[in-house]
């Protein structure tokens, strides 16, 4: 049965209505635009303002895995899952002050591009094509899969296939028109998204004072602390770890080895989950190309800004999750299962009309700002990396924009037909777990690659192609083979045996934690590119210029650094 009252569709088409009317003035205004066609609609370049960079990065950033597949996560483990979001703060520092200074400084606009001016064309295609992989059959396909199931759910789950259509047609209006009319439009979809998800985290912790503590209008600090005390295991940043024995799925063992595998304990932060973070923020043209178009000191506010912001969004993303959790062991949530997935949509079942329809207006902002950004960096690497330097040399500022728009429309139509029947597996897996899991074959060697190709100026093109292919082949054998091979207990690693569900049945793994393996991958994967680099030249002729001057940052950039990073201590304080 349909949950959403019309005065929901009002506020939800208020919302449509204001980002297409917003969308289109800007795409108007930059006609006038005096860059060249293809930079203005691949890169915006010069005309995104630090707030507009900063809110476009979060706005990209905070999708359906987050709105769905975050706070899934925090129904299964708490507050553990909030280290993505808050060492992700710490990777925008460091990406800010040391990172963005060598791409501005080479006026690098492609990752690709990095990679062919450092290393070799080798090495830019294999990785062009690695990325396109990853972007369209990874990234689009989970936010489209992930925010249509939520969706869909709060519509009587009878339209899923109507609504990936509707997302995906939203997400186009805005992609065609460019970088700018992207980065506009993100800062009306992250206000909608912050709004929205207040008011969800708001009213989730009044329904849980209303529904635990049988109160008449819910108090939200009273249902915060009735979260503390009815689930304080949510509240552990850092999960213990469990023995390695054999369980069943019964038993409490199974959950805290299925919690572990996922963040495993003070482990992670000396390996995967830095990988990801400097990876994904420093070395991915989805979020990076957000700020090649500005000059250094907007980047950096930019890039700061969405560091701060990236704070408060555990408390968005996450709390929903808890709260469901309390409420499903209370047996206050009917007709809700338990999948992970689902718990953000059975909290916005509880929310009143018209605040509803905010939410809903919140979770689409989110999915369809991360689908166009995804879908425009797609665009940028086929056109730019590919296209332009292989299939046409010669070709006009104007061509390169339609082949970036068709580009476009070829993406998300592969990524709606894989996600039609979930060909992928996305829901089995658990939409956060998936995307991280996957990234995570790729970026110890990209990671590798591009701090090495940085800051070290021996690294050869060699040592490059090497360590792309080896942190991938790595990933796979960490995630499949070493275990049959070197057991379940090494030095290197524990693997735990375990069972879940698959769809009705129960099926029993043995695996080694994802951040783990990656880690190792990674370690393995730049002891080899140095030992490769050191059989070549002491300066490789096409390593980077560096000086300290292109580090130094203004008073006001450290004052942003330092309030980030005690809010992050005293987090970390309260919730070790």
Known sequence: MNSLSPLDYVVFLVYFVIVAGYGYWIYRRKKQATVSASHDYFLAEGSLTWWAIGASLIASNISAEQFIGMSGEGFFVGTAVAAYEWVAAIALIIIAVWFIPIYLKNKIYTMPQFLKTRYNETVALIMAVFWLFLYVFVNLTSILYLGAVAINGLLGGEY????????????????????????????????????????????????????????????AIAGFKTLLNQAPEHFKMILPKPELTTTTIDMPQNLDVQKYVVLPGIAMYFAGQWIVNLNYWGCNQYITQRALGADLQTARTGILFAGMLKLMM??????????????????????????????????????????????VAALTAAIVASLAGKANSISTIFTLDIYKKYVNKEAEEKKMVWIGRLTVVVAMIVSLLFTWKDTLGIGGEGGFTFIQKYTGFISPGVFAMFILGMFWKRTTGAAALVGVVLGFLLAIFFNSYA???????????????????????????????????????????????????????????????????????????????????????????RFW
Request: net charge neutral; no cysteine; charged share 10%.
């Open 314 to 359: 555990p408390i968005i993303v996450m709390l929903p999750g808890i709260a469901a959790y309390v409420l499903f062991k209370n047996d206050q949530l009917p007709g809700f299962t338990g999948v992970k997935d689902d718990a953000y949509s059975a909290i916005l079942a509880f929310l009143p009309s018209g605040l509803k329809g905010l939410a």
């Open 160 to 219: 899923l296939h109507i609504i990936m259509i509707v997302l995906m047609l939203m997400a186009l209006v805005i992609t065609l028109g460019g970088m700018k009319v992207i980065g506009y439009t993100d800062v009306i979809q992250v206000a909608v998204l912050i709004i929205g998800g207040f008011a969800t985290v708001f009213m989730a912790l009044q329904i849980v004072d209303e529904r635990i503590n049988g109160v008449v209008n819910g108090n």
């Open 483 to 573: 275990v049959p091979l070197f057991g379940k207990e090494t030095w290197m690693y524990t693997a735990f045996e375990y069972q879940k569900m698959n769809k009705g049945v129960v099926e029993t793994v043995i695996e080694i934690p994802f951040l783990i393996n990656m880690g190792w991958s990674f370690f393995f994967t730049i002891a080899t590119m140095i030992a490769i680099s050191l059989a070549g030249p002491k300066v490789n002729p096409k390593a980077f210029a560096i000086d300290s001057s292109m580090f130094k940052v203004k008073p006001a950039t450290i004052v942003m650094i330092v309030i980030t990073l005690m809010l992050i201590g005293a987090l970390y304080a």
